[in-house]
């Protein structure tokens, strides 16, 4: 049985090329049956028949009010949330939403090559990744730091790269629970090659998962 999925990209801000790569990624992986929509009306609608709603590289101010009460309620009643990169740089006028994802993107320097370290590998968003990672993105940096509300699992090494601005403790991925809700984010993502690397896939399809709780389905639990 596959994972049904809302994969929304709405976008009112900068638009990440690498979107269309995105979405045909995670059709490609063949366990989720992906709804894909920038339609905001899409949000308003009853969100139950899906396991998890993913904000793909989503910017700016992208729902509705009836929009933000339905993604509100589908998580605090157990739905899945995964954001993925620029999901971090939407919603800025709604608080709740700041509160749900664990923090908001701040910045970032260049695109270019840096390491990730993996912090936590009992997790299905990472226990396939080396302890460093090597990857190529922009490095996001977050207007606060999200370790005393999240569970950190990868963070971004400073010293590797040009322009990080959090210091010796940069969180990059992470998870979370939000009332009765998982929610999973990824600061990953920018390149359109990212999105055909397969450990990036991998670590996408297991915070996707876990957010979704296909893990604890499968096992029966």
Same mark, same amino acid.
């Given at each position: !049985?596959?994972?049904?999925?809302?994969?929304?990209?709405?976008?009112?801000?900068?638009?990440?090329?690498?979107?269309?790569?995105?979405?045909?990624?995670?059709?490609?992986?063949?366990?989720?049956?992906?709804?894909?929509? *920038?339609?905001?009306?899409?949000?308003?609608?009853?969100?139950?028949?899906?396991?998890?709603?993913?904000?793909?590289?989503?910017?700016?101010?992208?729902?509705?009010?009836?929009?933000?009460?339905?993604?509100?309620?589908?998580? *605090?009643?157990?739905?899945?949330?995964?954001?993925?990169?620029?999901?971090?740089?939407?919603?800025?006028?709604?608080?709740?939403? %700041? *509160?749900?994802?664990?923090?908001?993107?701040?910045?970032?320097?260049?695109?270019?090559?840096?390491?990730?370290?993996? *912090?936590?590998?009992?997790?299905?968003?990472?226990?396939?990744?080396?302890?460093?990672?090597?990857?190529?993105?922009?490095?996001?940096?977050?207007?606060?730091?999200?370790?005393?509300?999240?569970?950190?699992?990868?963070?971004?090494?400073?010293?590797?790269?040009?322009?990080?601005? !959090? %210091?010796?403790?940069?969180?990059?991925?992470?998870?979370?629970?939000?009332?009765?809700?998982?929610?999973?984010?990824?600061?990953?993502?920018?390149?359109?090659?990212?999105?055909?690397?397969?450990?990036?896939?991998?670590?996408?399809?297991? %915070?996707?998962?876990?957010?979704?709780?296909?893990?604890?389905?499968?096992?029966?639990?």
């Amino acid at each position: !049985m596959t994972t049904r999925l809302l994969v929304y990209t709405r976008t009112t801000d900068y638009r990440h090329d690498s979107i269309p790569d995105a979405v045909t990624a995670l059709r490609s992986l063949g366990q989720y049956t992906v709804d894909h929509t *920038e339609d905001p009306a899409t949000l308003e609608a009853p969100l139950d028949g899906y396991a998890a709603v993913v904000f793909l590289s989503t910017s700016g101010d992208v729902l509705t009010p009836a929009g933000r009460e339905r993604l509100a309620g589908y998580v *605090e009643t157990g739905g899945g949330f995964a954001g993925v990169h620029a999901a971090a740089c939407t919603e800025y006028d709604w608080p709740y939403y %700041g *509160e749900l994802l664990g923090a908001r993107f701040a910045r970032h320097p260049d695109l270019q090559p840096g390491k990730a370290v993996v *912090e936590d590998r009992d997790h299905p968003a990472t226990r396939h990744l080396p302890p460093v990672w090597d990857f190529t993105d922009e490095w996001y940096d977050f207007r606060t730091n999200p370790r005393h509300r999240v569970r950190v699992l990868v963070t971004a090494d400073e010293s590797s790269y040009d322009g990080g601005g !959090m %210091g010796t403790d940069h969180p990059l991925v992470w998870c979370r629970r939000h009332g009765a809700g998982r929610v999973f984010y990824t600061a990953l993502g920018h390149t359109a090659q990212a999105y055909r690397d397969p450990d990036f896939l991998a670590h996408l399809r297991g %915070g996707i998962d876990w957010a979704a709780g296909t893990e604890e389905r499968q096992a029966g639990q």
